[in-house]
Antibody
């Protein structure tokens, strides 16, 4: 059974850097073809994909946010860490990590077959 | 960026009725489309992938169809637990989501 859980601050100030951690179980991010994604959802709004990170440390960032995002993995801890720099109130959202359904190829895309519960982050001074 | 437009924004139906949800892509995406269900306070749940394949554990009252730019999610007979928001997602060129369709009880 795959589980994921996001953790991090509930509130950050504008211009600060946000760091979120995804801790998962039930799969290994060192196994061929495995990937984890981050998706966010502002309150009452639709979903927005942010990034994929793969078993081979390949990373694919949303073109619109690429300059502000960094994703890393710690395979020994079963964790993925997302950092977002220079946050703004428009970044207020629930942030989800999710397991990318294992499909070979199309590394710029993917759908998500298991999700964490999400963590709500508010950006406010 | 590929834009997904979902319609209608809200669908008001009664239990037992058939629900038909639409998702239109701004350019052809072959069958690189998924559907999710999201209930209040919960994470999205994958229902359909590759336009028409049901994810593990999804009841067969849910079905997906379409290719190119026009896609449909059909719920053959609504159960009380099906009232939720539904999102489509394309994975043909990066990842984008539609704006969602809320299926509410009439």
């Amino acid at each position: 059974q795959i589980t994921l859980k996001e953790s991090g601050p509930t509130r950050v100030k504008p211009t600060q850097t946000l760091t979120l951690t995804c801790t998962f179980s039930g799969f290994s991010l060192s196994s061929n073809g495995v990937g984890v994604g981050w998706i966010r959802q502002p309150p009452g709004k639709a979903l927005e994909w942010l990034v994929f990170i793969y078993w081979d440390d390949d990373k694919r960032y949303s073109p619109s946010l690429k300059s502000r995002l960094t994703v890393t993995k710690d395979t020994s801890k079963n964790q993925v860490v997302l950092t977002m720099s220079n946050v703004d109130p428009v970044d207020t959202a629930r942030y989800y990590c999710a397991h990318r359904r294992v499909v070979s190829g199309n590394w710029n895309g993917g759908d998500f077959d298991s999700w964490g519960q999400g963590t709500l982050v508010t950006v406010s001074s | 960026e590929i834009v997904l437009t979902q319609s209608p924004a809200t669908l008001s139906l009664s239990p037992g009725e058939r629900a038909t949800l639409s998702c239109r892509a701004s350019q052809s995406i072959s069958t690189y489309l998924a559907w999710y269900q999201q209930k209040p306070g919960q994470a999205p749940r994958l229902l359909i992938y590759d336009s028409s394949k049901r994810a593990t554990g999804i009841p067969d009252r849910f079905s997906g169809s379409g290719s190119g730019t026009d896609f449909t999610l059909t719920i053959s007979s609504l159960e009380p637990e099906d009232f939720a928001v539904y999102y489509c997602q394309q994975l043909y060129n990066w990842v984008t989501f539609g704006g969602g369709t809320k299926v509410e009880i009439e």
